[in-house]
T-cell receptor
Framework: NAGVTQTPKFRVLKTGQSMTLLCAQD?????MYWYRQDPGMGLRLIHY???????AKGEVPDGYNVSRLKKQNFLLGLESAAPSQTSVYFC????????????FGPGTRLTVT | GEDVEQSLFLSVREGDSSVINCTYT??????LYWYKQEPGAGLQLLTY?????DMKQDQRLTVLLNKKDKHLSLRIADTQTGDSAIYFC????????????FGTGTRLQVTL
């Protein structure tokens, strides 16, 4: 049981490049989330999903897209990276029957130059 | 929208108690959480408290909730060097999807 995994762990992009961050969970969780963590700002919710095939915007969705084609995977895409998207990205998941146990992945550190 | 605030830094000596404070604005919060983040790692849930409770104790951890003042605190008894980390307060409102609003995090430094 691997929990929540994220790929890649580190990435450096040039402005304008695109990339996809992958989050995978093997706990059969319905709900999944993408957050970004910036110094002095805590975690902010980018997008979330309450089930396969559904996604919704969080607090800071601009510049990002997501997809949840399979229940176990939640993808975060950057179509045209900007320096303001330099951050650490965390994925999390929960099962609605145990909503007080939110499991986090180890994070992806992204630098956009 | 909801707002959660914490002080940025706390330094304590090993063996002393640490108290990390948090204030929030959402009066409809149902649950409040404390997470721990060690360097280079994700967040780990430490404990949580339901909004109709005043206190919760779990081994060295004590959570106090003052709902009237919207103030939450985490006390760590007998603080150890392994407790050095960033501690995040988070609240969950009544909305769907169990979304959390996080505070800015408090970096706890434990000195010998």
């Amino acid at each position: 049981n691997a929990g929540v995994t994220q790929t890649p762990k580190f990435r450096v992009l040039k402005t304008g490049q695109s990339m996809t961050l992958l989050c995978a969970q093997d706990m059969n969780h319905e709900y999944m989330y993408w957050y970004r963590q910036d110094p002095g700002m805590g975690l902010r919710l980018i997008h979330y999903s309450v089930g396969e095939g559904t996604t919704a915007k969080g607090e800071v969705p601009d510049g990002y897209n997501v997809s949840r084609l399979k229940k176990q995977n939640f993808l975060l895409g950057l179509e045209s990276a900007a320096p303001s998207q330099t951050s650490v990205y965390f994925c999390a998941s929960i099962h609605p029957r145990t909503p007080n146990e939110q499991y986090f992945g180890p994070g992806t550190r992204l630098t956009v130059t | 929208g909801e707002d959660v605030e914490q002080s940025l830094f706390l330094s304590v000596r090993e063996g002393d108690s640490s108290v990390i404070n948090c204030t929030y604005t959402d009066s409809s919060s149902t649950y409040l959480y404390w997470y721990k983040q060690e360097p280079g790692a994700g967040l780990q849930l430490l404990t949580y408290i339901f909004s109709n409770m005043d206190m919760k104790q779990d081994q060295r951890l004590t959570v106090l909730l003052n709902k009237k003042d919207k103030h939450l605190s985490l006390r760590i008894a007998d603080t150890q060097t392994g407790d050095s980390a960033i501690y995040f307060c988070a609240e969950k409102g009544t909305g769907t999807a169990s979304k959390l609003t996080f505070g800015t995090g408090t970096r706890l430094q434990v000195t010998l």
